[in-house]
């Protein structure tokens, strides 16, 4: 960060700042009005984007650093995201990743319920009846070839708590066969 005006300014701000800076720039240039081109928001830009959504303040969940992000919601719908201008971890900026959270949330093809395979085709099935094949898997899998037949693997995605509650998992399954996905 840098202090320009004695305003703190992070990496995001400052390349808005220069691509504005370099479209002003060549407008000049090329000799169009720059008062045409740029003009102050009006009080109405600057609030709500779409009339009747609700703001809601989140964090992103792409990894464990947990970035503020503002959510404008309509009808049960995610519609536009901001950065959290307050949120103490991330100071008003996030990365693509985050930035691209409202495309990840409203994507077609994220899985929103739980998939099996019957007979070669995947069909929906609850969420008790994955949990129990999953337990009754793993059981058996135990039993047929001991604990450390199995390994746990973390994310960077999970919070430190998570990552706890992932270790006393593969301790009490038995392994001590844990690792994080990044080595993988």
Request: hydrophobic share 35%; proline share 2%; charged share 25%.
């Given at each position: ?30 000799g ?18 779409y009339?009747?959504s ?73 969420w ?8 009754t898997?793993?059981?058996?899998i ?12 973390g ?19 038995g392994?001590n066969?844990i ?6």
């Amino acid at each position: 960060m840098s202090e320009i005006n004695n305003k703190r300014q992070n990496r995001r701000a400052f390349l808005k700042m220069s691509a504005l800076a370099g479209a002003v720039g060549i407008s000049q240039a090329l000799g169009s009005d720059t008062k045409e081109m740029l003009k102050k928001a009006s009080g109405q830009e600057l609030s709500v984007a779409y009339p009747g959504s609700e703001r809601i303040k989140t964090i992103c969940t792409h990894c464990s650093v947990g970035c503020g992000i503002i959510a404008e919601v309509k009808d049960g719908v995610w519609v536009r995201q901001e950065v959290a201008q307050d949120h103490p971890v991330s100071l008003g900026g996030h990365c693509c990743k985050g930035a691209d959270m409202i495309d990840r949330v409203r994507s077609e093809t994220r899985l929103r319920y739980p998939i099996e395979k019957v007979n070669g085709k995947w069909e929906r099935t609850t969420w008790d009846s994955a949990m129990d094949k999953i337990a009754t898997q793993l059981s058996t899998i135990r039993e047929k070839n001991g604990p450390d037949s199995v390994m746990f693997i973390g994310s960077a995605k999970v919070s430190n708590e998570q990552s706890y509650y992932i270790r006393k998992f593969a301790a009490f399954f038995g392994t001590n066969n844990i690792d994080h996905q990044a080595r993988i």
